[in-house]
């Protein structure tokens, strides 16, 4: 073999040897390459749930990783998923509609999220495209298989406004944890206030709405539903939230009126027959309450929440007969039920007359529940009735614990004020009157509260200024004419109080009429014209208990303690609960003996 020949067969040799050097680092990084995709798909799946709910497994924080997954996705889809609304999910569907076989496996993933999205929040809303399978793991469907388990996701990462809100759609799920309300609460918060881009997405304002709602802070709730609804009226889920939180709030005529708007196609939605039938008690009208409760146990005749609902607008309507035979068949399932309790307590009180065992009922309920403000406002209203103790409480105490909750709570404040009354503290008394008659709407028995007690604290000219002022707008009502005539009696002049009495006797109803006489007899200088007024008053309404015991303190000064007897019986008949009749009674009938 001649030179040239053994230098080209040389060149050939180590060629393939070099040639070879670099087949085998291509295939060891290609191997270490393929590792790593098979890591990452680790890292998406992850271990098990209670490690990734834990956060024990991360995802890796790459820029813009998840920015990126469905960037080649059209941006008007993207952004309309985002809004998250029915209306705009269905059209971000329609946009991508195309043969089975083109879909990438990122659009599949989109899709599938937006089917969840409308499964989970929004199910009256019909799936009208097509799902497909997919085979990728990613962050989006991880946060969806957690929340269909009932678990807020801590491990799918927030470098995207979907990947970020996803996991909170836990929170429309009816089980969810304290502490997962939370989370979705802060994790909306932040992803609004970091996309702010999205601040108008009908889907992250209802996900914080329900999450505010369930932390009962039902203002911001308010606030939420109402955005959601001004921005997109007709979504079903969220009309019914904001009807319901509306109408926890206070206001119940707007909560019928959207109700009302609801979509034909739902009216006979079970939720919403439900709906229109606890706005329609709240506002008083109890007629219609009970309709919508006949259609909804119309079609779920075991709901027992219902039959008891049933009963309770009975009893307001004063059907007695009908409520107890309702409140009968539910005790034969619930005999420890709230609701059920206190409306037992009420007929017992109410219908049957029976104070001691609807103070037995009340007692036992305490024990059961015994911080719920309509339980202790039940003790109270006993406790006010009979001037007795309920479970070792008086109704001004009983009261207070409820304004400490609720220092607003109106009828806490008049029960309080009866308690306080009754044990005769004046000051506090008026302290508590001022918060009631603060009120727009003062009801007229409270202007007569407070002017008694103005007068126990010698307020003379506050106790007229207030009734003269009350008297002018409503002089036909019979408590403010009888704080008037009270007020002026301290006031003005004997003989024009007594002229101004004459005057407004002729023209007053019987029990207006019993009420002047009684005012008028303390204005007499005479015995025999005090007594003479007495008897006219009783004339007028015989059960004014006022007049009686009146008659009873001016013969028990005389000594004549057998007709003063006559006149306090009347008064224990008319008032059989007052526990302070019962005893003057019974210290009375030693005296005769």
């Known amino acids: 073999m001649n030179l040239p020949n053994r230098k080209l067969l040389k060149f050939l040799f ?3 040897i070099f040639s070879l050097f670099i087949c085998n680092f291509s295939f060891a990084k290609s191997k270490k390459d393929t590792n ?21 497994t991360k995802l890796p924080k790459t820029k813009n990783r998840k920015k990126s997954y469905f960037s080649k996705i059209d941006s008007e889809i993207i952004s ?29 993933v989109l899709i599938a999220v937006a089917s969840k999205i409308m499964e989970i929040v929004w199910p009256s809303h019909p799936i009208t495209w097509q799902q497909f399978e997919y085979s990728e793991i990613t962050p ?17 990462g927030n470098t995207d ?61 308010q606030k939420q539903y109402e955005k959601v609804y001004k921005i997109e009226e007709n979504v079903f889920e969220n009309q019914m939230a904001y009807a319901r939180i509306l109408r926890t709030n206070g206001f119940v005529a707007q909560s019928m009126e959207v109700l009302s708007k609801i979509n034909s196609q739902n009216s006979n939605n079970i939720e919403l027959l439900k709906q229109k039938a606890y706005s329609a008690f709240d506002a008083g009208n109890f007629d219609l309450a009970e309709t919508y409760v006949a259609k909804v146990l119309q079609q779920t005749p075991n709901d027992l929440s219902f039959v008891l609902f049933r009963a309770k607008i009975l009893i307001e309507k004063n059907d007695y007969i009908h409520a107890i035979s309702l409140l009968d068949m539910y005790e034969r399932q619930n005999v420890e039920s709230l609701e059920y309790l206190i409306l037992r307590a009420k007929t017992q009180l109410n219908w049957s ?43 001004d105490e009983l009261a207070g614990l409820v304004l400490q909750k609720d220092p607003k709570n109106v009828d806490a404040l008049n029960f309080q004020l009866d308690g306080l009354i009754y044990h005769q503290n004046w000051q506090k008394a008026y302290e508590t009157c001022l918060k009631l ?32 002022k009350k008297y002018k707008k409503n002089s036909s009502d019979e408590n403010i004419i009888q704080a008037y005539v009270l007020a002026y009696s301290n006031f003005g002049k004997r003989e024009d109080v007594l002229s101004f009495i004459d005057e407004l006797i002729p023209k007053s109803s019987s029990k207006v009429k019993s009420n002047l006489f009684y005012q008028r007899s303390f204005l007499q200088k005479m015995e025999e014209n005090k007594l003479a007024d007495l008897r006219s008053s009783l004339i007028a309404n015989p059960r004014n208990s006022e007049s009686l015991f009146r008659l009873y303190e001016i013969y028990f000064e005389k000594q004549d303690y057998r007709k003063a007897q006559y006149y306090l019986k009347q008064v224990v008949a008319i008032n059989p609960n007052d526990a302070s009749m019962k005893k003057l009674n019974e210290t009375l009938t030693k005296l005769i003996k």
């Open 353 to 395: 007359k029976n104070t001691n065992a609807a103070l037995e009922t009340v007692e036992k309920t305490l024990q059961i529940y015994p911080d719920n403000s309509d339980v202790l406002l039940l003790a109270a209203s006993i406790s006010s009735l009979t001037d007795a103790p309920v479970a070792g409480k008086y109704a």
């Open 36 to 56: 790593s995709s098979s890591q990452l798909k680790t890292t998406f799946s992850g271990n098990s749930d209670s490690e990734k709910l834990s956060g024990a």
């Open 437 to 468: 008659i603060d009120k727009e709407n003062v009801k007229s028995d409270i202007v007569l509260k407070y002017v008694q007690i103005c007068l126990k604290l010698n307020k003379v000219n506050e106790a007229y200024n207030f009734a003269q």
């Open 140 to 156: 989006y469907t991880e946060a969806l298989v957690s929340v269909e388990k009932g678990l807020f996701d801590t491990s799918t």
């Open 161 to 221: 406004y979907l990947s970020t809100i996803l996991p909170a759609l836990v929170v429309v799920k009816k089980s969810v944890t304290p502490n997962d309300i939370e989370l979705c609460k802060n994790v909306m918060e932040q992803a609004l206030k970091k996309y702010p881009y999205n601040e108008n997405s009908v889907l992250a304002n209802y996900i914080l709405g329900v999450a505010y709602e369930k932390s009962n802070d039902f203002v911001n709730a």
């Open 14 to 16: 180590f060629t393939s």
């Open 80 to 108: 309309l998923v985002e809004n998250g609304s029915p209306s705009s999910i269905t059209k971000a569907m329609e946009l991508m509609h195309k043969n089975e076989s083109n879909y990438k496996e990122y659009e599949k």
